[in-house]
C-alpha cells in the first residue's frame, strides 16, 4: 500500500467508575528480556514475517519510509541476516528507482517468493539472486502461500486491487488467474506504463492480508479465504481459482476471521462481526459463514463501544482462538465458547482543562506469533501495543499468562511498530527469543528464556 501508513491514533472514551493506575513510565524490555542484537534493516508492518532457512533470517523491509513518494528508498527489499549476531549478509531485490518495499515472505525448495509495491512477484535463490520476476496488478502487500494442486505444488499470492495467481514455483508461468468482479487493474497483454502511473493513485480494496488456506468443498484441494479491505469475506477455489463465494452484508462490519470449521459434512468459516447500526444492540457476533456465504449461526457478546481489532489473530495447541482487543483478549473455544482475559490500562489525560480516563494500550494490538514460557508462567504470549499515549514515540510489550488469566509485565519498546511479535529459537540454541520491529528501522532480538 504506496500511501496507506497505519499510524495508530488514540481512540479516548471516558470510562467511569474505574480505577485509574499511576501514570508512569514502564520498565525497559530490557530489564526483562536481555538484548541478544539490533539490525538496521528498514520498518516492518504488520504483515511482515519472518523466515528462518539456510542458518538465515530473512525478513522484508519497507525501508526508511512507507510511503516512498520519490521512489529512491533504497532501504527496502530482503535482508538475509545472521541470526546469532544480527548482522546483515545480503540486501537484495531493492533497486531504484522504484517503489521496492516488501512485507511477506515464503521459503519453499531453497528459494524465496515475495512481492513488493512495485507490482511484481519474485522468486530468488537464498543468496538473493533472481530466478524469476514476474509484473502483476498491484501492490503484492502480504505473503503468498503454498499449495499442492493435485500433486502440483503452486504459488498464490494476491493484489491489493482484486488478482489473484496461482503460479509454477519453477518459472512463475500462471496455473488460474482470478479476478474480482469490480476488478479495473492492468492484465497481461494491457499498456504496463499507464498503469504504473495510475497505480499511485489507486487506493486498497481487496486482498491486503494472507488468506486462511483450509478445505471448503472438499474436493481434495485446500482453498483461500480472505479478508477483504472492503469489509468482504472472499473465497476461492484452489484447484480452479473458481470464486466459491462472497459476504458482504451491509448490516455488519467485519472485524475478523478466525478459522474455517467442519460442521458435519460442511465447512464453515468463523468470524467476528460488530452491527453497523445500533438496532441489534452494541456488542459483537461471533458468526459463522456457510458455503453460500450466508450467516448460518451467530451468537452475540457483549464488548464496549471503544473495543476494535482487525485481523491479529493466534490459535493454541488447544483449538482456542485467541483474539486482542482494546482493553481485552478474546479466548474463542471451537465450540464457540467466548471467555475474556482483562487486560484494562487506564490513563489519565487532560484536554481542555479536564481530566478525564482513556486507554493507554492501543486501538490495534499485534498479537505474538507462539506461546512462551516467562519466569514461572507457563504459558504466555506477548501483545504489541504499537504507541503509548504517555510516552509518544515509544511503543510497549504486555506479556499475558493465558493460563492464569492476567497481564505479567508491560515493558517499554525502543520504538513505535506495527510488527507482530516473532517467538522463536532465533539462533538455534535451543531457547525462546522475541524479535520486534520498530518504524524507526530497526529490527530488536530479544532473549526469553
Known amino acids: 500500500m504506496k500511501w496507506i501508513f497505519l499510524l495508530c491514533m488514540t481512540i479516548s472514551a471516558f470510562v467511569p467508575d474505574q480505577k485509574t493506575e499511576p501514570d508512569s513510565t514502564l520498565p525497559d524490555i530490557s530489564t526483562a528480556l536481555p538484548l541478544q542484537w539490533q539490525a538496521d534493516v528498514g520498518a516492518g508492518s504488520y504483515r511482515t514475517n519472518v523466515v528462518c532457512s539456510g542458518n538465515q533470517l530473512y525478513i522484508g523491509s519497507n525501508g526508511k519510509s512507507f510511503m516512498d513518494a520519490n521512489l529512491f528508498d533504497s532501504k527496502g527489499g ?17 533497486e531504484v528507482p522504484g517503489d521496492m518495499d516488501v512485507n511477506g515472505l515464503l521459503a519453499f ?41 493435485s500433486g502440483r505444488m503452486a504459488i498464490v499470492f494476491a493484489t491489493e486491487v482484486g488478482e489473484i495467481q496461482a503460479v509454477n514455483p519453477q518459472n512463475g508461468n500462471t496455473v488460474w488467474a482470478h479476478y474480482t468482479p469490480e476488478f479495473n487493474g492492468w492484465k497481461p ?16 480494496e481487496s486482498f491486503v492480508t494472507r488468506p486462511i488456506v483450509s478445505h471448503l468443498n472438499g474436493n481434495g484441494v485446500e482453498d483461500l479465504v480472505y479478508r477483504t479491505y472492503d469489509n468482504r ?43 453497523s447500526s445500533r438496532a441489534e444492540g452494541e456488542g459483537m457476533f461471533l458468526a459463522e ?112 499468562d493465558i493460563e492464569k488469566k492476567e497481564v505479567v509485565a508491560r515493558l517499554q519498546l525502543p520504538d513505535e511498530g506495527e510488527m507482530p511479535p516473532y517467538i522463536g ?9 522475541l524479535l520486534v520491529s520498530g518504524y524507526g528501522g530497526k529490527l530488536y532480538c530479544y532473549r526469553i528464556s
Not at 239 to 262: E, H, M, W
Not at 315 to 325: F, I, Y
Request: net charge positive; proline share 3%; aromatic share 8%.
Open 233 to 275: 469475506i472472499y473465497a476461492v477455489e484452489g484447484k480452479t481459482g473458481n470464486r466459491l463465494y462472497q459476504f458482504d452484508d451491509p448490516s455488519y462490519f467485519l472485524q475478523a476471521i478466525l478459522d474455517v470449521q467442519k460442521r458435519g459434512k460442511r465447512c464453515v468459516t468463523r468470524c467476528i462481526l460488530k452491527p
Open 189 to 204: 497483454g494491457q499498456n504496463r506504463k499507464v498503469m504504473k502511473v495510475q497505480a499511485y493513485f489507486r487506493n486498497s
Open 289 to 400: 459463514i456457510n458455503s453460500q456465504g450466508q450467516i448460518s449461526k451467530k451468537t452475540m457478546f457483549k464488548q464496549t463501544v471503544s473495543d476494535f481489532s482487525v485481523e491479529s489473530t493466534l490459535v493454541t495447541k488447544q483449538g482456542n482462538v485467541l483474539l486482542p482487543l482494546q482493553n481485552s483478549i478474546l479466548v474463542i473455544s471451537p465450540d464457540n465458547t467466548i471467555n475474556t482475559i482483562d487486560r484494562n490500562n487506564l490513563l489519565r489525560e487532560e484536554e481542555r482543562k479536564s481530566t478525564f480516563s482513556t486507554y493507554r494500550s492501543s486501538y490495534i494490538t499485534r498479537i505474538s506469533t507462539g506461546v512462551f514460557r516467562f519466569g514461572s508462567h507457563r504459558q504466555c504470549i506477548a501483545l504489541l501495543n504499537q504507541y503509548d499515549p504517555l510516552v509518544r514515540e515509544k511503543g510497549f510489550l504486555e506479556i499475558v
Open 425 to 433: 529459537d532465533i539462533n538455534g540454541d535451543g531457547k525462546v527469543d
Open 78 to 94: 530482503v535482508y538475509s541476516l545472521n541470526p546469532k549476531n544480527g548482522k546483515i549478509a545480503k540486501q537484495f531485490a531493492n
Open 109 to 149: 525448495e531453497n528459494k524465496l517468493y515475495f512481492g513488493n509495491d512495485n507490482e511484481e512477484i519474485l522468486c530468488t535463490d537464498l543468496e538473493g539472486r533472481e530466478i524469476w520476476r514476474k509484473p502483476v496488478s498491484g501492490d503484492v502487500e502480504s505473503q503468498p502461500v503454498l499449495l499442492d494442486i
